[in-house]
């Protein structure tokens, strides 16, 4: 690490705080594991894996795609000292996947996918936080997915919201939103000030003071229940701290069920780190490249240090990384900061940060999610053509529409279909001068271009003469070498006739074929 950007890494490093703690304390709520659980996790993400990972820009702590696994996997093993010894074995099979270098699978996850996947939080992160940002806080911070466990879905919660506003609410998010967007664009513009002073803490330092304001000008409006409020558990005396540690239980390890949770939270993780380190890539402003199996030992370290300490399970998250990134954060310090002032203000100051509301917080996280879903990705996934755009379209909309593993495993087989079809397509290519046609194979060919040929073979008129050139292609599949035998058995009775150059004996002479290939290119 390096202090070269201190100021900026700093700043993103509040900005990271300030999100992260609402949102690690609603997902140990939603996983039915102790409040603390959560912040131990982040601690642990911020300070232990930020130190053994190769990305710069990276976040990570407890995940939303994990809450259903991990609420499951204590309710089977039976307690949740038993449920740590879980997520420590699952630490050691993540860094036994990272030794053998299993962390190269992620470099075939395509392109179009990724950018899915980024556009696609930016709008879930958008629609989670209307309801917070007009006051009707009765979902969870952190919670990601379409179906709520509440049994309403993203837009019956936004619905539900706009029928119970709650003007105090309204009021900060909407100044805060304003305070944001008149910040950044000042610190466009280059005005050292702005571009000094960290953004998201002077947000939030707006919003407590305002939701203060309230309560003493119109008590009425103010935000007074815990739940429109950050409510982080209070270290009062020994016990307290005591109570914030759990440690596994060894005796666990006689249950074959515990070997089972470990290895489904192991694979989800990895696999969400994964997607989550190539979208961090992309996101960085320094086009860094990271190492995914490095990636996965340091999130099996975490896991490790967070099970025998009493933390939840942690993967890489993308909705950090992106605050992470968008605050301005140039180096892993940043995420390290993050995890020092959890460990700090758990510590020291938890009273102070039960003032601040989730209104304001609800303002960042929007303009973050503005950010990652402009309009113009869109229009250049677009112009990019139906190659990229399908498989980008249909990954935004399952993600926003189920959760995030589901979506990009939806999202993921759309991309390799979408990618073998257009493989396939050009595999063949045909040029046709008068009766002449050259059917060119400019790569290998296998069962899976058959089809495309077969269509092509069929769409030939009676009079045509053929050339079938297959020297550029170093492996024919012999499903290709049956279809064209096929063909040129059955060639003389639909007046056809037909060569072949690099499949049989049989040759054309390398000027015509050099000719219509010529032809074809330039369209003559």
């Known amino acids: 690490m390096t202090l070269k950007y201190l100021n900026k890494d700093f700043s993103a490093g509040v900005a990271v705080f300030l999100v992260t703690l609402p949102l690690c304390l609603g997902i140990a709520l939603a996983s039915g594991a102790p409040l603390f659980s959560g912040l131990l996790a982040s601690i642990v993400g911020g300070i232990v ?8 820009v990276s976040v990570s702590g407890p995940a939303a795609g994990l809450t259903v696994i991990v609420f499951d996997s204590i309710q089977r093993l039976g307690s949740y000292p038993n449920f740590l010894m879980a997520v420590v074995l699952a630490g050691v099979i993540q860094f036994l996947l990272g030794w053998l270098k299993a962390g190269r699978l992620s470099s075939f996850v395509p392109s179009s996918v990724i950018s899915g996947m980024l556009v696609a939080i930016g709008i879930v992160i958008i629609l989670k936080q209307i309801p917070h940002a007009l006051g009707w806080d009765a979902d969870y911070e952190g919670e990601f997915e379409f179906e709520q466990a509440d049994q309403r879905n993203t837009f019956s919660e936004i619905i539900e919201a706009l029928s119970h506003p709650n003007a105090g609410a309204i009021l900060i998010s909407v100044f805060c939103l304003g305070l944001i967007a008149w910040w950044d664009y000042s610190a466009k513009k280059g005005i050292k000030f702005f571009k000094t002073i960290p953004g998201g803490v002077v947000v939030v330092l707006v919003g407590v003071v305002l939701n203060q304001l309230l309560a003493l000008w119109f008590p009425a409006m103010s935000l007074k229940e815990e739940s429109h409020l950050v409510r982080v558990p209070l270290i009062r005396d020994w016990t ?3 109570a914030a540690f759990n440690f596994p239980a060894f005796e ?9 949770s ?37 999130q099996g370290i975490g896991n490790v240090v967070s099970g025998l300490i009493g933390g939840l399970p942690l993967t890489l998250v993308a909705i950090r990384t992106s605050v992470n990134v968008y605050s301005g954060a140039q180096t892993r310090l940043s995420s390290f900061i993050h995890g020092l002032l959890m460990l700090l203000a758990v510590l020291a100051i938890p009273q102070l940060l039960n003032y601040i509301p989730l209104a304001c917080l609800a303002a960042l996280l929007i303009s973050v999610g503005y950010k990652l879903a402009k309009v113009e990705i869109f229009k250049k996934m677009y112009r990019e053509g139906p190659d990229q755009f399908i498989p980008f379209i249909i990954t935004v909309l399952a993600i926003v529409f189920t959760d995030l593993l589901i979506g990009l495993a939806i999202g993921l087989i759309v991309g390799m279909i979408y990618i073998v079809y257009t493989n396939n397509l050009s595999a063949i290519s045909v040029g046709r001068d008068k009766e002449t046609v050259l059917i060119w194979f400019k ?39 049956t279809t064209l035998e096929e063909f040129e058995a059955d060639a003389p009775l639909r007046g056809i006739q037909v060569e072949f150059k690099g499949i049989t004996r049989r040759k054309i002479t390398k000027q015509k074929s050099n000719a219509i290939i010529q032809k074809t290119i330039t369209g003559e």
């Open 49 to 56: 894996v930020t130190v053994f990972s190769g990305s710069e």
């Open 240 to 242: 307290d701290a005591k």
């Open 252 to 260: 666990i390890l006689a249950n074959p069920q515990v070997y089972i």
């Open 262 to 298: 470990a290895l489904t939270l192991a694979i989800v993780g990895s696999i969400e780190s994964l997607f989550s380190l190539e979208a961090a890539d992309k996101l960085d402003t320094r086009r860094r490249i990271s190492s995914p199996n490095q990636e996965l030992k340091a």
């Open 443 to 481: 790569k290998d060919v296998s069962f899976l271009n058959k089809a495309h040929l077969k269509e092509v073979l069929a769409a030939l008129k009676p009079g045509d003469y053929v050339f079938v050139d297959g020297l550029r292609a170093q492996f024919i599949d012999h499903d290709i070498f």
